[in-house]
């Protein structure tokens, strides 16, 4: 049986869906009897040109022809439809490239058509003739006789040389969007008795990246495997996308700015056996929706969503700031292309959502428009920012609809509202990202706070705890409180009150052995102070007993 494809290929001229612009022209040309006798199809895979230039030799053999209104029916075109037409000869260029294939079809045109109406040479993949074949071909196609139609196809219009192109017509045939793969895709169910929800012709029609072979060819793939009852879970088996729920939980992870739920995430499409890749391709695609909810307002219809799937996105819509949506988006293009640099996927993917669910450290417009924004939603909460760093406005357009941001002095804390913004599971979750604003200012004092944790926030007031037997390290720490509050304002906005102290449990080992402990101390504070030297000496030796 012939492919799916094949046997839905447009059969009129009012069948073809979109390429309104090369549609027109050939009709005009038809009616007004100005066919041009070379034209050149240019355009990506399965967009229909082999089925545009079939139509093209319909309308020229058509009974009562030349018309654009032909009879599917009609003899001359369904021989043409079925490819047993005398008058239509189909060439394809990448394995009929030589200068004696081109000797061969100019002999053949002057052959008379059998039917009465024009011969049409359709040379498809045309950008595969060698030089010489072209320098062969070339008076052919400049003067063929009369009675003699060519229509060359090709994906790669460049590689096709000049003197070629100028003497044909050129369309470029623009790439389908979704919609309208989709709309093809729900014709064909409806012809062949595929019963298949609208969400799931949406999901064949995005993976077809344009192209509406590939897309039947999905549909068909999917019947093979499950009959003609097709349901989304098919779908994203046989395409291999990742599950809608994993993405949409991803993106309630970054809405939190959840590290942990984002990796569970990642554990969760693993055992699914689903292709990080894809995930990543789909995930940024769905930050990308919510973007356009963001800007529309609410999803159009184009997205083609079931209602659950178009509430969640909405609700997400509400919940992410744009910069974090971009951002998002970028460390996923990172990822994509590390990977394409042979980086492994699910490590990428993991390091791209660590990355997008803690805020930025880094000072790039994104990380500045990320807190900008935080700082607007706080102002459209009417609690008056506390102590956001004042940002200097570059080039970047600000959000749309924000109110214009007073100055706010950097050393300002307002505890009551901090409180109400900061909790201490988002201050837990981006400690690592506190301690690597302090380590890029002092790689040591950064080191120290690495073994310390945010254990508690109470009225303004920021405790970190360092282990028992790290009064040293607890010691040092007071004395860079300054660079730790610098972070913490950084990432948060806020400037809680910094109290450090030492808690119940030991942790072991400390990470620094001693001679580097002391090296670095040497280093970093120059002379070392007597019982500052003494300690870790006592440190070690304690450390020796408990092993
Ligand atoms: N505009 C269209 N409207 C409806 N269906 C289309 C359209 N274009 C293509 N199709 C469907 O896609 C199939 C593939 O199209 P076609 O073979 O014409 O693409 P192509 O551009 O020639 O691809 P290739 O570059 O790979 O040769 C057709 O058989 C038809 O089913
Ligand atoms: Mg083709």
Known sequence: MLALYRRHRPRSFDDVVGQEHIVRTL????????????????????????????????????????????????????????????????????????????????????????????????????????????????????????????????????KVPATIVDRCHRFDFHRPSVEQIAAVLSKVAAEEEIDAPDAALAMIARAATGSFRDALGTLEQLVTYGGNQVDIGDVQAVLGVADTDLILEAADALAAGDSRAALLTVERLSGSGRDATQ???????????????????????????????????????????????????????????????????????????????????????????????????RLAGGVAPASEPRVEPDSAPAPAAAPSLPPVPVEASAPVAEETELSLERLQSLWPAVVDAVRSENAMVGALFGEARAAALEAGRLIVDFPADREFLKKKAEASSDLLARAVRGLTGASPKLEYRLNGETVGPPTLSEEELLRRLESEFGAVDSDAAALPAREANQMGDDQ
């Open 27 to 158: 009709r005009n040309a038809i009616e007004l009897g100005k066919v041009h006798h070379a034209y050149l199809f240019v355009g990506s895979r399965g967009t229909g040109k082999t089925s545009m230039a079939k139509l093209l030799a319909c309308a020229l053999n058509c009974e009562g022809g030349p018309s654009a209104d032909f009879a599917p029916e009609d003899p001359a075109c369904l021989a043409i439809a079925n490819g047993r037409s005398l008058d239509v000869v189909e060439m394809d260029a990448a394995s009929n490239n030589s200068v004696d294939d081109i000797r061969e079809l100019r002999e053949n045109v002057t052959l008379a058509p059998m039917g009465g109406g024009r011969r049409v040479y359709i040379l498809d993949e045309a950008h595969m003739l060698s030089q010489s074949a072209w320098n062969a071909f070339l008076k052919t196609l400049e003067e063929p006789p009369a009675h003699v139609v060519f229509v060359l196809a090709t994906t790669e219009a460049h």
């Open 279 to 377: 995930f990543m391709r789909d995930f940024a695609e769905h930050l990308r929706r919510i973007y356009v909810v963001q800007t529309l307002g609410e999803p159009p219809d184009a997205f083609a969503l079931s209602t659950e799937h178009a509430e969640r996105l909405s609700a997400q819509a509400q919940r992410l700031a744009s910069a974090e949506i971009l951002r998002a988006i970028d460390l996923l293009g990172e990822a994509l292309s590390a990977v394409k640099d042979g980086s492994e996927p699910r490590l990428r993917l993991e390091l791209a959502l660590l990355k997008a669910t803690q805020p930025p450290t880094e000072l790039s417009l994104q990380a500045l428009m990320y807190r900008i924004e935080g700082l607007e939603r």
